[in-house]
């Protein structure tokens, strides 16, 4: 195919994505894959995904042979900016599209690649991870759901917590520990590419704390899974997750793209701040809510800023990773600290919670108690601290 | 988006090295007490790097740089606690470049660049930093003009050549320019001030006669208050800096309960807040920096540095505070460097406009 000059493409993504942009449904959608919490908005999401994959969307720069468009990156990412600039719904595959799917097309097999990564374009096969355990948290490399091999399969024992997508997922990315004697506690592990819908599996919804469902904990009871579906040899299973880190962190490229979350930024705060009553008058025109307003507006451009201050080395030198190492920090305490905020434009409808009669269908109020997943997941912001304490600043460990 | 050019890369590496060579913080008291109206040597040496000539164009003995170029001397000068009379010269520099006519500029830009020094004197008794609520009156008098007024916070005035006074002339704000032997040593006095590093003065320039012609033509003061407001959060930036080590220092060192005091989660949390603020600061420090050099004069830049400003005052008096904190029964004591910074953080937090005020200013134009 000859290039298609971006501005075009550009053109065209933008009014294909006017024209076939799904209605917003009549219930609230989620607002990342995390919190895919009923069937009624999997469906719709669903649907969605296989809709911009037909479209030729998603997996642009894949290989054509495993069901990519085998294009050049610069069309995804037009395509990425602009989802994102038009406020469409997210592609909730996100792990088979961002982590799983890089990560066979980087180690795979030939076989792998023709059977996993068509069906991950098109949301055929959802895919989740398993990674953290219920005992462990982050700390992966302490896993101890145990596999043994048993003939031509491995037998699973152990649980796995904190599964998106877990009761929607064909597949599932998992570290599991096959062997307890190697010199240390990462040589024993080993990654699989697992199918969840076999006896002994069995991923039980965690209700959270805004009443919703949106991920599990999965258990694993004398659950046989093939044993060809290791990625890797036996005992590699620590470099592989690191590896599949470097995609979810997006250190690397390859990920299929689309949009894996609603983005929510100052700008949606400051608008909210103009139609949201807060004692019979607009919000904004509180002077204590300008103030605090204001100090939202220091703290979201400071942090936008801070990502290009870190790429210039001489205003970088006496703490070169600072910045590169704070920003799930920074990121999710200011997600917390808006969504919160958010509340306190409402008067006393600050106080509602989804449904007809709160503001934007309640869609606030489940912000702000969901920000929680980012500023405890992957380690929550007081071990971030620690880390950030310890590793910039050279503290000693506490 | 930041741009740093390699000249201010340069410029920051020279001036670190410098300042930790030629002021160091192990110094500091010495200079304190020996209270010098100015280090002359210190300030030959920084004439003679050009630093002075920076913003002045070359024609006139400088060179032909921005304002957004001396940013990172400032801020290398206020990790160290350096106080020299640069700040106040290059702000006069800035005066006289916006609302100067070309003969004053002519007549004062090479001097300047050669190390004579200027101040320029707004702020009054009543400590108001909205500029428009200046009273300090110009009137005709034979001819020429009369001063009725008194200026405070006008920094290295005992050692400057030159002042740029605000005044009020038939009810609208202009610049004047006073040659300091107009003023009768009498009436400059030394202010106590938080920071012992600042020499500041009040003038009462009552009954101070000047001629018509010291007068500015342009009116601009925006220019000059954002100026300032850079220049400021510049050496805050590096204050925050110096803090941040001298508590990074102390938290490797101090052992209490049998342990250093850096593992407890109590200190330690708080120092991680401490750098991030830096980090803020100097992220929003030299995005001011690269729209003064871009855009002088929008809105986008009144915005921008009024951002510096206010995150920088904020983030340094908080760093200052729990610098003292952190240091227990020492950090109470006038031989703890924790002190130092506290003082010059609130120094630099009350100059020309505190958080809260800078807030207010940025609603204003936001919304």
């Known amino acids: 195919m000859a290039e298609q000059p971006v501005d075009d493409f550009r053109k065209e993504v933008r009014s294909w994505l006017k024209g076939n942009k799904p209605e917003s449904p009549s219930f609230l959608l989620p607002e990342t894959f995390m919190e895919v919490g009923t069937d009624q908005q999997f469906d719709f999401l669903r649907a969605w995904q296989r809709k911009v994959y037909e479209a030729g969307y998603l997996g642009m720069a894949w290989p054509e042979a495993y069901g990519g468009g085998g294009r050049a990156q610069i069309y995804q990412d037009i395509v990425n900016q602009e989802m994102a600039a038009q406020r469409v719904p997210f592609v909730p595959n996100t792990i088979g599209l961002n982590w799983a799917g890089p990560l066979i097309l980087d180690m795979g097999s030939e076989n792998d690649k023709r059977r996993y990564i068509k069906n991950i374009l098109s949301a055929e096969d959802i895919w989740c991870q398993g990674f953290s355990e219920p005992d462990h948290g982050s700390d992966l490399g302490n896993a101890q759901v145990r596999a043994v091999r048993d003939g031509d399969d491995y037998v699973i024992n152990g649980s796995k917590i904190w599964t998106s997508l877990g009761t929607y997922a064909k597949y599932m990315i998992l570290i599991a520990r096959t062997s307890v004697d190697g010199p240390n506690k990462y040589a024993g592990l080993s990654f699989f590419l697992a199918p969840m819908k076999v006896e002994g599996i069995d991923p039980t919804p965690i209700k959270k704390l805004t009443g919703e469902y949106g991920f599990c904990q999965t258990y694993f009871t004398d659950a046989r899974i093939p044993a060809d579906c290791m990625l890797g040899n036996e005992g590699e299973g620590w470099s592989v997750a690191m590896r599949t880190l470097m995609f979810e962190r997006g250190a690397v490229g390859g990920q299929a793209g689309g949009l894996s979350m609603m983005d929510l930024n100052i700008n949606d705060i400051v608008e909210l701040a103009r139609r949201a009553y807060r004692n019979g008058r607009p919000a904004i025109e509180d002077p204590l809510t300008r103030d605090e307003l204001v100090k939202l507006v220091i703290e979201a451009k400071g942090n936008a800023l801070m990502g290009s201050k870190a790429k210039i080395p001489a205003l970088s030198q006496s703490y070169p990773n600072a910045v590169p190492m704070s920003g799930k920090l920074r990121g999710s305490e200011l997600k917390r600290k808006m969504t919160r905020f958010a509340l306190s434009l409402q008067g006393a409808n600050g106080a509602r919670f989804i449904g007809d009669d709160a503001l934007d269908g309640g869609k606030w109020q489940r912000s702000y108690l969901n920000a929680f997943s980012g500023t405890i997941g992957g380690g929550t912001s007081q071990i971030q601290k620690n880390i950030l304490g310890e590793r910039v600043l050279g503290l000693p460990k506490s | 988006m930041i741009q740093f050019s390699e000249e201010q890369a340069m410029l920051l590496d020279t001036a670190q090295a410098f300042c930790q060579q030629q002021a160091p913080i192990a110094q500091i008291r010495n200079r304190i007490e020996g209270d010098q109206a100015l280090d002359q040597p210190l300030w030959q040496a920084m004439v ?201 220092d102390y938290l490797k060192t101090r052992k209490q309960f049998d342990q250093y005091i850096g593992s407890y989660q109590a200190l330690k949390h708080p120092t991680v807040d401490i750098l991030m603020g830096a980090e803020m600061v100097r992220s929003h420090l030299y995005h001011a920096a690269t729209l003064w050099r871009q855009s002088a004069g929008s809105a986008e830049l009144e915005s921008a540095v009024r951002m510096a400003k206010c995150c920088a005052s904020e983030q340094f008096a908080e760093a200052g505070d729990r610098g003292v904190q952190f240091h227990g029964g020492f950090g109470f004591t006038y031989e703890c460097d924790a002190q130092l910074f506290l003082r010059r953080a609130l120094w630099g937090q009350y100059q020309f406009g505190d958080e809260r005020y800078q807030r207010q200013q940025l609603a204003a134009l936001l919304w």
């Open chain 2, 48 to 248: 003679e790097l050009g630093w002075l000539g920076i913003t002045i164009p070359e024609a006139q003995g400088g060179l032909g740089m921005d304002l957004a170029d001396t940013v990172p001397i400032i801020e290398a000068m206020g990790r160290q606690l350096v106080a020299s009379p640069m700040l106040a010269t290059t702000l006069a520099i800035q005066v006289l470049k916006t609302n100067g006519s070309d003969q004053q500029q002519e007549e004062w830009f090479p001097k300047l660049a050669a190390g004579d020094i200027a101040s320029v004197a707004v702020t009054e008794a009543g400590g108001a930093w909205d500029l428009s609520l200046t009273d300090c009156e110009l009137q005709d008098y034979e001819g020429g003009l009369i001063f009725k007024g008194t200026k405070t916070f006008v920094q290295d005035a005992a050692v400057s050549n030159l002042l740029i006074v605000l005044a009020r002339y038939q009810g609208a704000l202009r610049w004047c320019l006073v040659d300091i032997g107009d003023v009768p040593a009498s009436n400059i006095r030394r202010e106590a001030v938080i920071d012992e590093t600042k020499k500041s003065y009040s003038i009462d320039l009552s009954d101070v006669c000047v001629s018509r012609a010291n007068v500015l033509p342009g009116t601009d003061t925006l220019t000059f208050e954002l100026a300032t407001l850079l220049l400021l959060s510049a050496e805050m930036s590096g204050g925050i800096e110096g803090t941040l080590a001298v508590i990074v």
